[in-house]
């Protein structure tokens, strides 16, 4: 089984390296910033970077791309639908690709960008998602090319993954999500417990990530467009009543826009 590990850049984002032990291959996801990444291999000079995913265009997710390429010959995986630089492979929703000898399904999730992809490794033991800016801890990315349809539809497509998923998304943003968490859901006792312990950590200065798709479907907002209480806070601050799913998900993002 590969080991990630995350390489802080700028201010909240994380750089997932995902490490093969047995070989010292490495990959890395949405490279920003290439020196995190170039002090990790110099530390580490029997290690190899084979692979560089990308999710999607944001300079904060490609920015180290083309130095890494040229400093290691990582061979540049990303969405087809999207410029991305240096780019060796495009990848097409439902493709299926070997990185570090496991298999990962691409999973197109437009609604932050058009052509934003995940990537997911199904294992029976332990599967795991690397959702870029799709999915974050108790929430979701900004609907800055997408529509909300998109994003409703790209979550419900996350959500459906098996509960024990490791979700590996990019920013350490779970703190200010879950304030709106418990905002939209004051009385979700699931949501005011995480609140505290995502509190304790960072108050540590220690990550929040990786979360599960379990833990999201309890406490994140943006997945719980079903349940009658998000339902509820959506009508009011919409002012109609008998919301479709993506009509309150739509509600929910707008509030959270503002907050």
């Known amino acids: 089984m590969i080991q990630i590990e995350a390489l802080p850049a700028f201010t909240d984002n994380y750089l997932w390296l995902l490490q093969d032990p047995q070989r ?12 995190p990444v170039l002090q990790w291999l110099a530390a580490n000079p029997d290690w190899q970077l084979t692979d560089i995913l990308v999710t999607h265009h944001h300079a904060d997710h ?12 990582a061979r540049v995986w990303g969405p087809a639908l999207e410029n991305i630089p240096q780019r060796d492979v495009a990848l097409e929703d439902n493709q299926h690709i070997r990185i570090l000898g496991l298999d990962w399904q691409v999973m197109h999730v ?3 960008t058009l052509g934003h992809i ?41 959500a459906a993954l098996p509960d024990q998923t490791l979700v590996y998304c990019t920013h350490e943003y779970t703190l200010s999500n879950l304030r709106f968490a418990c ?31 379990a833990r999201e479907k309890a406490t994140n907002p943006f997945l719980r467009s079903d349940i009658p209480a998000v339902q509820a806070v959506a009508a009011q601050r919409s002012g109609e009543k ?18």
């Open 183 to 213: 905002a939209v859901e004051p009385q979700n006792q699931a949501i005011s417990q995480r609140f505290a312990e995502v509190s304790q950590l960072r108050e540590k200065n220690l990550i929040s990530l990786p979360t599960t798709i």
């Open 110 to 112: 437009p609604g932050h």
């Open 118 to 158: 995940a990537y997911y490794h199904a294992d029976a033991q332990q599967p795991l998602l690397l959702c870029g800016d799709t999915l974050f801890a108790a929430g979701c990315g900004r609907l800055f090319e997408g529509t909300a349809e998109q994003m409703h539809h790209s979550l419900s497509r996350l």
């Open 62 to 73: 490609v920015g180290g791309v083309a130095s890494l390429k040229a400093a290691t010959g």
């Open 24 to 35: 010292q291959h490495c990959a890395i996801v949405d490279p920003g910033d290439a020196q």
């Open 242 to 259: 008998n919301l479709s799913a993506v009509a309150v998900f739509a509600a929910i993002r707008g509030w959270k826009d503002q907050f």
